[in-house]
């Protein structure tokens, strides 16, 4: 069984700018959730989607911004970009996800490495 | 809001057991608490998972106080390829909003 790929690998953009981002999850598998990795902040979680309804979501400006679609593949936006937004961005999948009590093992994709000139 | 820390970094000889520890306060009482693991240029895996007292599987056992604000990845016998970042994750009380911790950066010594 296929993992979790994310496209593009790498991404370079300017402030300003604004970028889509794309994860396809493990066959068979509901729940996308999405991440941003940097060396100051560590892993923060963004939000996560099942069956296409964003169901948690984090502390992010709504400058961040996802979507699902009806075959589980989701899309990450960040608009206006800022430097600050340079970091690995990480997406997850699982078959339930992260509803209630049950937080069920995620499996992460290598991510897309983003920089903000 | 949640917190979650971890010792920043290790060291341990190959063979000994080791012990991580993540102080989490607030965390939602009827979740669970996950421990993952990170290879450099990787995303991370999963480790292991509990809600309360002690699980162990093939790999490493998870101990977790009756007050739920730690928990501790034990490592048995640990290998050079042991060497990567350990991160718990546990969901803030009251909110939709999950917390990964500092992270530690664990670095095995032949």
């Known amino acids: 069984k296929a993992g979790v790929t994310q496209t593009p690998r790498y991404l370079i953009k300017t402030r300003g700018q604004q970028v889509t981002l794309s994860c396809s999850p493990i066959?068979?598998?509901?729940?996308v959730s999405w991440y941003q990795q940097t060396p100051g902040q560590g892993l923060q979680f963004l939000f996560e989607?099942?069956?296409?309804?964003?169901?948690n979501k984090g502390n992010f400006p709504g400058r961040f911004s996802g979507r699902q679609f009806s075959n589980s593949r989701s899309e990450m936006n960040v608009s206006t970009l800022e430097l600050g937004d340079s970091a690995l961005y990480l997406c997850?999948?699982?078959?339930?996800?992260?509803?209630?009590?049950?937080?069920?093992?995620?499996?992460f994709g290598p991510g897309t490495r983003l920089l903000v000139l | 809001l949640a917190k979650t820390t971890q010792p920043i970094s290790m060291d341990s000889y190959e063979g000994q057991e080791v012990n991580i520890t993540c102080s989490h306060n607030?965390?939602?009482?009827?979740?669970?608490i996950t421990w993952y693991q990170q290879f450099p240029s990787q995303g991370p895996r999963f480790i292991i998972q509990?809600?309360?007292t002690k699980v162990t599987n093939e790999v490493a056992s998870l101990f977790i106080p009756a007050d739920r604000k730690s928990s501790t990845l034990s490592l048995p016998r640990v290998s050079l390829s042991d060497t990567a970042v350990y991160y718990c994750?546990?969901?803030?009380?009251?909110?939709?909003?999950?917390?990964f911790g500092t992270g530690t950066r664990l670095t095995v010594i032949p």
């Open positions: 607030n965390i939602a009482t009827n979740d669970y």
């Open positions: 066959s068979g598998h509901r729940s």
């Open positions: 994750l546990a969901k803030e009380t009251g909110a939709n909003n999950l917390f």
């Open positions: 997850a999948s699982s078959l339930g996800g992260l509803a209630g009590g049950n937080q069920e093992t995620q499996y």
């Open positions: 989607y099942f069956s296409e309804t964003q169901r």
């Open positions: 509990g809600y309360k």
